[in-house]
């Protein structure tokens, strides 16, 4: 196998071992039966500050009364709100409410767990190494955000 396959099959089983532990917080935790499409949602919530299903609905090229349906499913479980915009009435902003926030919060403490995992294995050099070669990896990679 060469380097290019190695290093592809490696980042696949990163992959697959953070889909573990997601997976285990899906069944483990109160996560109020959500999907893993539910939960992506309402992570990309969290990072849109003006968020409308308009916006939701641009930024994952979707339509909107898909975006609509599934904001009805979390309003329903208490995990995000409407609220109307102070500068147009007709605009309703889409917020995560406590209970959102506090499994958003639990969904980030599960990823740092994994990052501390991970790192548990490595020296102080190895450390430092990785640090340089993932920020590279990001750098070259962060317009996937957009």
């Known amino acids: 196998m060469n380097t290019i396959d190695s290093l592809e099959q ?3 089983d990163f992959s697959g071992l953070l889909d573990l532990f997601e997976s285990d917080f899906m069944k483990n935790r109160k996560t109020n039966d959500l999907t893993i499409k539910q939960l992506l949602y309402l992570s990309l919530i969290e990072t849109m ?4 299903t308009t916006a939701i609905s641009k ?3 979707v339509k909107k009364p898909t975006v609509s349906n599934l904001i009805s499913v979390l309003e329903i479980k208490d995990l995000v709100r409407k609220r109307l915009s102070n500068e147009d009435a007709r605009i309703h902003l889409i917020e995560i409410t406590v209970k959102g926030k506090n499994l958003l ?3 980030k403490k599960l ?3 994994f990052a501390s995992k991970i790192l548990n294995c490595l020296n102080e050099s190895e450390k430092a190494q990785s640090l340089k070669l993932m920020k590279k990896i990001y750098d070259c990679n962060k317009e996937l955000l957009k």
Do not use: E, G, S
């Open 10 to 12: 490696v980042i696949m």
């Open 49 to 52: 500050p003006l968020c409308t």
């Open 59 to 61: 930024k994952l090229q």
């Open 105 to 107: 919060a639990t969904r």
């Open 111 to 113: 990823h740092r767990d």
